[in-house]
């Protein structure tokens, strides 16, 4: 089953508090599971995988996870969302209205240099006035509040409603976010076991209408049933067809045990181009007909698959499609068959190259501006070594200038000293460039590191359409 539009809920930083655990092994989990369901994202949607802005900025999963597929970004596939129009409208809101005071957050957005993956959507509703009204549309709705209000400072139920009605107004400009909303509702000095269990509560409530808001716009689904972590279901919106993570992987090893493939591994093992390739294979489209089919394939289909499709596999040692020829038979509908499939697949070798065309463009472009960043930074390093190395020497040829005279030993120790100023000039200039090597940023450090980085970047460009 192909899906319009993906939404990638689970990438939110505000949702790590649902897994975070000192259980090293745990945390692994997580994120291969999570890495597992973006892959299959991307394979699955049709038009877009699409995530908040924010999500890249605010978690280091969401950068590490979308390393993985940033060759889809690279074609407009996945999607980054947002009330602002564009990144640096984007990066200003965040740094001088929602965390001006928050230092913690507003460190976030300041790496100017960054580059988000995907391209950049500005979203037609607000996901802040979508929570807002859903907060106030909920006030009286008080199962949905009852733990919150039996540890909150307020002492009747009126009192509670009326500060739950007062948070939107107090919270001005900054992120309605539980971290902020908390210290509202609790009493002062809270246990930290208490703030936790609250802020729990909030951020369930706060997120699923922020998630609600993507969701409705992008008319998207969402991945459910995780292993590792089944309370994210808690998190999204009831009215939508949502894709069962369990019940698809399920699927992908049914199909490999009956056709005796290797899709699952293939999936797990690919990355951004690999991956991308998979997303063409025959190997997919008869999968994908499969888990329409609640996995399984009519009589005429396994027919097909088992003679023709099971023989590109993407893993490395398909059949070259310049010696792939259709077998002599007197079906003409099998020889059809045999011919499409041998045109789609000069078809997805011919937009592979394509694409690492346009992949090999994008490097040599990044390396220009690499290679002349980095020779200015050299450079830099240089003049202010040579003018340490000077002022050095300036200094003990000028000693006896410097130093106020005194007795004549001491005027004669000046001498001397002075008379081996180009030997301490060197000594000086060495030390330095000891430290500032230790702390890889010498110029000598700097430049073998260019020659070394240089030559690897320019085989990547060069081996790109291997």
């Not at 110029?443 to 070394?452: A, D, G, H, N, T």
Request: aromatic letters at 12%; charged letters at 30%.
């Amino acid at each position: 089953m192909i899906h319009e539009s993906i939404f990638l809920h689970y990438l939110d930083h505000e949702l790590e508090q649902f897994w975070i655990r000192t259980d090293k092994a745990y945390h692994q989990q997580v994120h291969k599971e999570l890495l597992l369901a973006t892959k299959l994202a991307c394979l699955l949607a049709y038009s877009s995988v699409s995530l908040p802005a924010s999500n890249y900025f605010e978690s280091k999963m969401s950068r590490e996870i979308l390393s993985e597929v940033e060759y889809f970004a690279q074609f407009g596939l996945i999607k980054q969302l947002s009330s602002s129009r564009n990144l640096d409208h984007f990066l200003s809101k965040k740094k001088n209205e929602q965390y001006k005071q928050d230092l913690e957050k507003r460190s976030k957005y300041e790496d100017k240099e960054i580059i988000i993956p995907g391209s950049w959507k500005k979203r037609e509703r607000s996901a802040t006035e979508d929570i807002v009204n859903s907060w106030n549309d909920s006030i009286d709705d008080m199962e949905k509040w009852k733990n919150i209000y039996i540890n909150s400072k307020c002492k009747s139920i009126a009192s509670f409603e009326k500060t739950l009605s007062s948070v939107p107004r107090k919270l001005e400009n900054r992120a309605f976010i539980s971290k902020y909303v908390v210290p509202m509702l609790l009493p002062k000095n809270p246990s930290d076991d208490l703030r936790s269990e609250i802020d729990f509560d909030l951020n369930t409530i706060i997120t699923k209408s922020y998630i609600g808001s993507f969701v409705t716009e992008e008319n998207a689904v969402c991945f459910v049933d995780f292993v590792a972590l089944n309370t994210l279901n808690l998190l999204v919106p009831d009215n939508k067809e949502n894709i069962s993570y369990a019940r698809l992987v399920q699927s992908i090893l049914s199909f490999d045990n009956k056709f005796k493939t290797n899709l699952f591994h293939d999936i797990l093992e690919s990355n951004n181009e690999k991956l991308f390739q998979l997303k063409y294979s025959e190997n997919w489209k008869y999968f994908i007909e499969y888990y329409s089919n609640g996995s399984k394939l009519d009589d005429d289909k396994v027919r097909d698959f088992t003679n023709i499709g099971s023989r590109y596999q993407i893993d490395g040692n398909e059949k070259d499609t310049a010696s792939v020829e259709a077998e002599p038979t007197d079906d003409p509908d099998k020889k059809k068959i045999l011919n499409d499939n041998i045109d789609l697949i000069e078809k997805n070798r011919t937009l592979i190259k394509q694409l690492a065309r346009k992949d090999q463009k994008l490097l040599k472009i990044e390396y220009s501006k690499w290679r002349k960043k980095s020779l200015y930074k050299i450079g830099l390093h240089i003049i202010v070594e040579v003018s340490i190395a000077l002022a050095l020497y300036y200094l003990f040829k000028n000693l006896t200038n410097l130093v106020p005279q005194g007795d004549e030993e001491f005027n004669a120790m000046i001498s001397r000293i002075a008379s081996y100023g180009n030997w301490f000039s060197i000594l000086g200039i060495g030390v330095v460039s000891i430290v500032k090597w230790k702390f890889s940023n010498s110029s000598i450090y700097l430049l073998f590191k260019f020659i070394k980085d240089r030559a690897e970047r320019l085989e990547e460009i060069d081996n790109i359409m291997n």
